[in-house]
């Protein structure tokens, strides 16, 4: 699995932790859910900057954590020599509102930036949680790929 992963604006400024953490996260659902030619891009942004996106694309007027941005509607994967690749779209995280979190949840910004990665995958791969069954069934696989990463709840 190919993960991308850039910031914007490009002077956002942050440890090399979170981008650690979110490639570690990005690449565990890629390993349990066998994406090995998919392709994800991750930018991690502002709190400005997601609530752009957030306004344009949901037309909710606030920052948020995460968004996704899913491409797998398209009908055939592009292909680089000779392997085809699962483009599977964007995903874009707040690393100030992942901070922010963090300390209101009172635990780590890694497992929070980890656990943004997890969701927004989880997007990218189908899941949604507006109706209920489909949010217990996304809790329930967020938590097993949390637990593989190894942070869970309780060790925060």
């Known amino acids: 699995m190919n993960v991308i992963i850039s ?4 002077s ?3 440890d090399d932790m979170i981008t650690e953490s979110v490639r570690e996260a990005a690449l565990k659902v890629g390993e ?8 994800v891009s991750v930018t991690l942004t502002d709190n400005a900057y997601i609530h752009t996106l957030n306004k344009r694309y949901r037309d909710i007027d606030r920052p948020t954590d995460v968004l996704s ?6 009908e055939e994967p592009e292909t680089v020599g000779g392997a ?11 690393v100030e509102r992942a901070r922010e ?4 949840y009172g635990h780590s910004l890694r497992r929070e930036v980890s656990f943004l990665t997890v969701h927004g ?5 189908g899941y949604d949680h507006m ?6 069934e996304m809790e329930n696989e967020q938590r097993i790929v949390m637990e593989k990463l190894g942070i869970t709840r309780e060790q925060e």
């Not at 109706?131 to 217990?136: N, T």
Request: no cysteine.
């Open 7 to 10: 910031n914007y604006p490009e």
């Open 69 to 74: 941005f899913a491409l797998n509607e398209s």
């Open 131 to 136: 109706e209920d069954a489909d949010r217990i």
């Open 121 to 125: 995958m989880l997007h990218l791969m």
């Open 12 to 14: 956002l400024d942050f």
């Open 84 to 94: 085809e690749i699962d483009v599977m779209g964007d995903i874009v995280i707040s």
């Open 32 to 39: 349990l859910y066998d994406l090995g030619n998919a392709e």
């Open 101 to 104: 979190q963090a300390a209101e």
